[in-house]
């Protein structure tokens, strides 16, 4: 259950904070009965014992109370859809302190069930469904089979800002606009679910909802609720939780750095074009020992470079503002390219490059500029790990069985131990037996992860501690793309949030 371990960490700090004032209350007593007023020991010991007594059946009541108030609230609703207690009020959740999401979940989910039930009151009686529903203080908004919202209760139309009556009887995508952080979309599990299942949920996290006004971007948790045979008619329940000040903490860290980062543009790629023309004009006239620093400066102009575009694109995935315009390309040209572009920060470090491709590659939809950034962070930081004394970092691609086109990147450095491995494409994780050692914002591998996505790929790593790491990913064969297009179209735009919101895969 999602809400379970919010529930059960309000369980534990309620009784740990009950427990620790009862402890202070008995030492405060023993040290005011013994040091302050010098009483009996057998008088304290009567004291305390009383006090703990008294102190015991006090908790016990106000525990009780306070505790089973969540399990009071489910009983309740579900007394409110029993077909023999229909004089049951609906439960009210807005004065629940504890488990209050939980509770409205299963709430909801109790709902689900009675009003898939053919003989429950609830077919019949209208009113009942919309008490009931507009009871919970979390957002819920009901479709039928065409995706045309059925009933959507109070607290979704606060959250939304529109009255029902604008919204019943509209196409779910008319009025809402989901934008998802990966192809795990809501059409891509209802296409799944109408095929393969009869009852289905599916939970998603970190969703960004735009409303009407520009600036009421909500970032949500969702969660909907499938029934392929419901009597009510109602074919998907979503249940929406705000997480809009929760997911903005990044976001405007994320924001404050951009713009500070920003200005360092224009003066890094000054400096880089300055290194540029001295390499030009002293080539051949410097000694070893100068032309190494050359090198050392172009290769950290360089990592500075990746360092901003790394910030700024970071920026723009989490303000939805990254789209890519996918075309034809040759893929090895493409990895070629990336290779050659960070083969002097690999000599720096004494690392060869191979690359491995078969002849027989399709080409792909890809847009070459932020495919090169993933290129680019994968191959930085298998430069960074691979350890001194690991020489050869091995670049190969194939195309899979499933026709996808895969590229894997492998070094035979630190390697990254099993504990960490779910955590290294989240924003700003940084392992921490090496963050001291090896430099990096932790920034990399999230930005790589959101570019292949819009892609419509996948990324992954396998690892072992002292062996070294292989990172690999897929992109689509152009064909794949070239089939969605509609004739006269230039190119396909793909956001980097996934693919394009709603029922539509493509945009122009």
Do not use: C
């Amino acid at each position: 259950m999602k809400y379970f371990k919010s529930f059960k960490r309000g369980v534990q700090l309620h009784l740990g904070l009950i427990l620790l004032i009862n402890n202070l209350l008995l030492v405060a007593i023993y040290i005011v009965g013994a040091q302050l007023l010098d009483l009996p020991s057998s008088m304290l010991a009567i004291i305390l014992a009383a006090t703990a007594l008294l102190s015991m059946l006090i908790i016990t009541f106000v525990s009780t109370n306070y505790l089973s108030k969540p399990m009071d609230t489910i009983g309740r609703a579900v007394n409110y859809v029993s077909p023999d207690k229909s004089d049951y009020a609906a439960p009210v959740l807005d004065d629940l302190r504890l488990g209050r999401e939980l509770v409205a979940e299963l709430s909801r989910e109790v709902y689900s069930i009675a009003s898939s039930v053919k003989n429950s009151p609830l077919i019949s009686s209208a009113p009942n469904e919309n008490v009931l529903m507009n009871s919970l203080s979390i957002p819920i908004i009901m479709m039928d089979k065409s995706q045309k919202i059925t009933f959507i209760n109070t607290a979704a139309s606060n959250f939304i800002g529109k009255a029902a009556t604008e919204i019943i009887n509209k196409n779910m995508y008319d009025v809402f606009d989901f934008s998802f952080s990966s192809d795990d979309t809501y059409d891509s599990w209802l296409n799944q679910t109408r095929t393969n299942s009869a009852v289905a949920s599916k939970s998603w996290s970190h969703v960004r909802l735009p409303l009407a006004d520009p600036t009421g971007l909500k970032q949500i948790d969702m969660t909907a609720s499938y029934s392929l045979d419901s009597a009510t008619g109602t074919e998907v329940t979503l249940t929406l939780y705000d997480r809009t000040l929760d997911y903005s903490k990044d976001d405007a860290s994320i924001s404050f750095v951009a713009i500070a980062v920003h200005e360092l543009r224009n003066p890094v790629t000054l400096l880089r074009g300055y290194i540029d023309v001295f390499e030009e004009e002293l080539s051949g006239k410097l000694n070893v020992e100068l032309a190494d620093f050359m090198i050392k400066m172009q290769v950290a102009a360089g990592q500075l470079s990746t360092f901003i575009n790394n910030i700024l694109n970071v920026s723009r995935v989490e303000n939805d503002k990254l789209s890519l315009e996918l075309s034809e390309q040759k893929w090895p040209d493409i990895i070629q390219g990336a290779i050659n572009g960070i083969s002097m920060r690999a000599k720096v470090h004494n690392k060869i490059i191979e690359f491995v491709a078969p002849t027989n590659l399709p080409t792909v939809g890809v847009d070459s500029v932020s495919i090169y950034e993933v290129l680019s962070n994968l191959l930085d930081n298998a430069i960074k790990y691979s350890g001194d004394n690991a020489g050869k970092i091995v670049v190969s691609t194939l195309l899979t069985k499933d026709g996808l086109v895969e590229t894997k990147i492998q070094d035979f450095g630190v390697g990254i131990s099993s504990n960490v491995l779910p955590k290294l494409f989240e924003k700003f994780y940084r392992n921490h037996r090496t963050q001291t050692s090896v430099g990096g914002t932790g920034l990399g591998l999230f930005l790589s992860k959101a570019i292949v996505n819009a892609h419509g790929g996948n990324i992954w790593v396998d690892s072992k501690e002292g062996q070294g790491s292989t990172f690999g990913f897929t992109v689509l064969p152009y064909v794949m793309v070239a089939n969605k297009l509609k004739p006269g179209n230039d190119g396909i735009t793909r956001n980097a949030h996934g693919w394009i919101k709603n029922h539509s895969l493509y945009r122009r």
